[in-house]
């Protein structure tokens, strides 16, 4: 059974840096591209970064570019989204998600994680 968890997010004012992290089991996560996707109440789900299965590639919404950064450690089965001088617009609900194929948009991900929120206030 594949589970996605994330953790990191919370309450950070704007210009703040958040760094969330996820965790995947059940599935042999080297081989996945994995991203990170976001959502806020009455908005689709938006791609906001992805990353190849050896982490040599990396895309990202041009709103993020600059201040995220994607990585992973394919030793801990770990992905996280370093994001740094927050802005309220980037309030939203984070998940983590499994890909066999590269790119931004949300619709090819196949595995999700339940999300976790980030909130950057004004």
């Known amino acids: 059974q594949v589970q996605v968890v994330e953790s990191g997010g919370g309450l950070v004012q704007t210009g703040g840096s958040l760094r969330l992290s996820c965790t995947a089991s059940?599935?042999?996560?080297?081989?996945?591209?994995m991203g990170w996707v976001r959502q806020t109440p009455g908005k689709e789900r938006e791609g906001v970064s992805c990353?190849?299965?050896?982490?040599?590639?990396?895309a990202y919404e041009d709103s993020v570019k600059g201040r995220f950064t994607i990585s992973r450690d394919n030793t801990k089965n770990t992905l996280y989204l370093q994001m740094n001088s927050l802005k309220p617009e980037d309030t939203a609900l984070y998940y983590c998600?499994?890909?066999?194929?590269?790119?931004?948009?949300?619709?090819?991900?196949?595995?999700w994680g339940q999300g976790t929120q980030v909130t950057v206030s004004a």
């Open positions: 059940g599935l042999t996560f080297a081989i996945w591209n």
């Open positions: 998600a499994a890909s066999g194929y590269y790119g931004l948009l949300p619709g090819p991900y196949t595995y």
């Open positions: 990353i190849s299965p050896s982490g040599r590639n990396m």
